[in-house]
């Protein structure tokens, strides 16, 4: 305190009414007010610069400071900024120089907010040709991923490219930020912004010419197959209000859980608690054997009411959710559903391994079998 009183007085101007003696400053009553003024001033300022430095380190400390994280997804900080550690490279639409298959992507899908899709249209044949449609829901655990990303555009160039479909590519608003039901809310509006093209008359003009609206098919993976089943259920209700009929359901290694293990999920405990963990980041206000998230969970809502005619389930070996898909699949073929299930098991195969494999065997093998289901007739009680 004295050392920076030295330095107050070493600062001060001479005045008149200031005397020095014998090294000595005599300071006249007027001079109190002056110093009492200074002083005031310094202080002032010293203590407003430690407030704002100290202000400024806080707001830094609540900047990088943990909210909580779920690894190797996302960091959540405190502020509400989300730090996405996957899914965030970038491949703009145009044309894909392998396949010919070109892509746009069309925004405001739901006004004011992120939703938006990427269409996708093969070579054509002619400028007239009507294809199968295709509404595809990526996955990335609810968290991460859009269609943009390297792993759903160059997946969704080969499968349109295979199958010979126009494809929408839908993106979601994603947790953390947006809990579910957003997901499912944005998916749907998604769904009915593609059905509102099938008198020919919607806003985007590839889809009034060339999609066939007698052959809608719904498709995605893990995250995306969860978001699909919702859906078929929702387009199944007698209030859906979807304008469109669904004929086909494809769910690639769906996002299915519950809170009783089945199968081989209680062998590996922390694989286990992981995907426990998973659904409370997403949907923190539901149960772990929710509907949403367990379809076969007891008092939950018949599958029998599935608003489509025919569903794949594709599910991997080495994949834990595999017994969910196989549990799915069994339950909804005793359900008293009208339409037609079958399920494809890739042997030696983890959870959805064909997206960073697509020039693999195997995964060449699912990408034919995804295809082929489109070009499938009805089944019969689809004509009774």
């Not at 550690?85 to 992120?114: F, N, Q």
């Not at 269409?119 to 449609?133: A, C, F, M, Q, V």
């Not at 007698?214 to 995306?224: E, I, N, P, T």
Request: glycine residues 8%; proline residues 5%; aromatic residues 10%.
């Amino acid at each position: 305190m004295w050392t920076k009183t030295q330095n107050i007085y070493q600062h001060l101007p001479t005045k008149k009414g200031v005397e020095k003696t014998q090294g000595r400053i005599h300071i006249h009553s007027i001079n109190y007010i002056y110093l009492s003024i200074y002083l005031s001033i310094y202080l002032s300022t010293h203590i407003q610069k430690t407030t704002t430095t100290l202000s400024l380190s806080l707001m830094a400390d609540t900047e990088t400071e943990l909210e909580f994280e779920f690894l190797p997804y996302i960091k959540a900080y405190k502020n509400g900024h989300v730090e996405r550690l996957k899914g965030t490279d970038v491949i703009p639409a145009g044309v894909d120089p392998d396949t010919g298959v070109s892509s746009k992507d069309v925004t405001d899908i739901v006004p004011e907010t992120e939703v938006y899709v990427r269409i996708y249209l093969p070579k054509l044949n002619s400028t007239n040709e009507k294809l199968h449609i295709l509404v595809y829901y990526h996955g990335g655990a609810f968290l991460v991923h859009t269609p943009s990303t390297p792993l759903y555009h160059n997946f969704l160039n080969a499968l349109v490219h295979e199958s010979r479909v126009i494809a929408v590519s839908v993106h979601y608003r994603r947790a953390p930020e947006y809990h579910l039901p957003v997901a499912y809310e944005d998916s749907w509006a998604a769904l009915h912004w593609v059905a509102s093209h099938c008198n020919g008359d919607g806003p985007e003009l590839m889809l009034n010419h060339h999609a066939d609206f007698q052959r809608v098919f719904l498709a995605g993976d893990s995250a995306g197959g969860n978001i699909v089943h919702n859906l078929a259920m929702a387009a199944g209700h007698p209030n859906g209000g979807l304008n469109v009929g669904i004929r086909g359901a494809v769910l690639i290694d769906p996002y299915f859980w519950g809170s009783d293990p089945i199968g081989s999920e209680g062998l590996d405990v922390e694989k286990k608690a992981y995907v426990d963990q998973l659904w409370n980041v997403v949907c923190p206000s539901c149960p772990i054997d929710d509907p949403w998230i367990n379809p076969v969970a007891t008092g939950g809502v018949s599958l029998a009411g599935l608003g489509c005619w025919r569903v794949l389930v594709t599910v991997a070996d080495k994949d834990i959710l595999k017994d969910r898909g196989w549990l799915y699949f069994q339950a909804l073929a005793r359900s008293g559903w009208l339409g037609a299930v079958e399920i494809h098991e890739t042997q030696g195969e983890d959870h959805c391994f064909h997206l960073d494999e697509l020039e693999g065997e195997k995964a060449k093998q699912r990408l034919k079998k995804i295809a082929e289901f489109f070009k499938m007739d009805l089944p019969p009680m689809a004509f009774q």
